[in-house]
């Protein structure tokens, strides 16, 4: 069972098109997060959202829109894309439940904007 | 703020040889978490070990162990007998207070090559 899932795993699209990110987790965990990767491999979040609620959102252009239908859930939509924005995104999930918490992260999506 | 810095940007072993990966870290916590994930060639994020401010035993998981001293901010990671299969860029991280909801606080990962 994959615990972390996101779609799609790779997004080709020109500049200015509109696309969203999907991200799903069945671990049960109350809180998830975007995080971005540039082509230097840096890791930097963007959002993270606890049971449905945002509680963080980083220095992010307003393009970028989060959203959290359930506490499982949390999609990621970008309006009028940019070639800066041509990164990998990771969703990730984590909870305090036991000695095994930590942050769990999905597959990644790699996006590319010509 | 928190920062985690990973000096060593690439390096490159031969298979067998031991290599350590460094991490130093910075902090205002008091409570505070020290994660590292793998990232191999294929790009999905594995996660190692997770390890609090307030344990500072080392730990062994097979050919991977990790120094945490809190009196140099480190927490240094040791592959024994490097295999071809360990080749992937490993970052160090951390997670600020005594919640999972925070975000992690990456370094910009270490590059590790094991030639056959």
């Known amino acids: 069972d994959t615990a972390v899932s996101q779609t799609p795993k790779y997004l080709v699209t020109q500049m200015g098109n509109d696309k969203s990110i999907k991200c799903e987790q069945n671990?049960?965990?109350?809180?998830m997060y975007w995080y971005k990767q540039d082509s230097k491999k840096f890791l930097k979040i963007m959002f993270s959202?606890?049971?449905?609620?945002?509680?963080i959102n980083e220095t992010v252009p307003n393009r970028f829109s989060p959203k959290s239908p359930d506490k499982a859930h949390l999609n990621l939509h970008i309006n009028s894309l940019e070639l800066g924005d041509s990164a990998v995104y990771f969703c990730?999930?984590?909870?305090?439940?036991?000695?095994?918490?930590?942050?769990?992260f999905g597959p990644g999506t790699r996006l590319t904007v010509l | 703020a928190q920062k985690v810095t990973q000096a060593q940007t690439e390096i490159s072993v031969v298979e067998k040889e031991d290599v350590t990966l460094d991490c130093v870290y910075e902090?205002?916590?008091?409570?505070?978490?020290l994660f590292w994930y793998k990232q191999p060639p294929s790009g999905e994020l594995v996660f190692l070990i997770r390890?609090?401010?307030?344990?500072?035993q080392n730990e062994i998981s097979g050919r991977y162990s990790w120094n945490f001293q809190k009196s140099t901010s480190s927490f240094n990671f040791t592959i024994t007998a490097s295999q071809v299969v360990d080749s992937a860029v490993y970052f160090c991280?951390?997670?600020?207070?005594?919640?999972?909801?925070?975000?992690?606080?990456f370094g910009s990962g270490t590059r590790l090559q094991v030639q056959p």
């Open positions: 990730a999930s984590s909870s305090l439940a036991g000695h095994q918490w930590g942050q769990f």
């Open positions: 671990l049960g965990h109350d809180t």
């Open positions: 959202y606890n049971n449905k609620e945002l509680i």
């Open positions: 902090t205002r916590d008091t409570t505070y978490y």
């Open positions: 390890r609090n401010s307030f344990d500072e």
């Open positions: 991280a951390l997670n600020r207070g005594d919640t999972g909801r925070r975000a992690l606080t």
